[in-house]
């Protein structure tokens, strides 16, 4: 067997007028939500950019381009349903996936579980193979100003040789 490891990363600026949706789960007590292309799901989008580098497959941007309208408002999970196929069609299987949240507020401990099942339901694992944290950036940066939320995630994909 030969496993690889990758790293995605993104982030996104609130904006008023949308929801904020971390892992495919709305949180509707937000204030705000994320502004981008897509739904602007922060966790999902380093997930997929972590399963993609892992297989050596590329990145969010090459497969979803924000200049393309078809992934206008699109829903992450979507995306990310559609990565695990693709890494499927190429022989890898996804066996973990760990990820990080960075972020002053809102404060999403009482999502973590939803966040969980709802990532690996989507990638065909278990919630015991996806790990999500949450941190604050200590009050640095645009993270810590309270300007947008950022995200950082592993992956571990596996191809039998």
């Known amino acids: ?3 690889r490891t990758g790293i995605g990363y993104d982030s996104h ?3 008023a007028g949308r929801p904020l949706i ?3 789960i709305e949180l509707p007590d937000a204030p705000e939500g994320l502004t981008g292309h897509s739904d602007a799901d922060v966790l999902t989008h380093a997930v997929i950019d972590a399963l993609l580098g892992a297989a050596g497959l590329g990145d969010i941007g090459q497969h979803f381009p924000d200049t393309d309208d078809a992934w206008r ?3 992450s999970i979507g995306l990310l349903s559609q990565v695990g196929s693709f890494l499927e069609d190429h022989g ?3 066996r973990h996936i760990d990820a990080t949240v960075i972020c002053e507020r809102p404060k999403l401990g009482p999502h973590r579980d939803a966040m969980r099942e709802r990532l690996a339901v989507t990638v065909g694992l278990r919630p015991i193979e996806v790990n999500v944290k949450f941190t604050t950036n200590e009050g640095m940066g ?3 100003r309270g300007e947008g939320i950022a995200a950082l995630a592993t992956a571990t994909v596996e191809r039998a040789d």
């Open 22 to 24: 971390l892992g495919g």
């Open 92 to 94: 890898w299987t996804i």
């Open 142 to 144: 645009f993270v810590g």
């Open 73 to 75: 408002d699109a829903d």
């Open 1 to 3: 067997m030969s496993a």
């Open 13 to 15: 600026r609130f904006g």
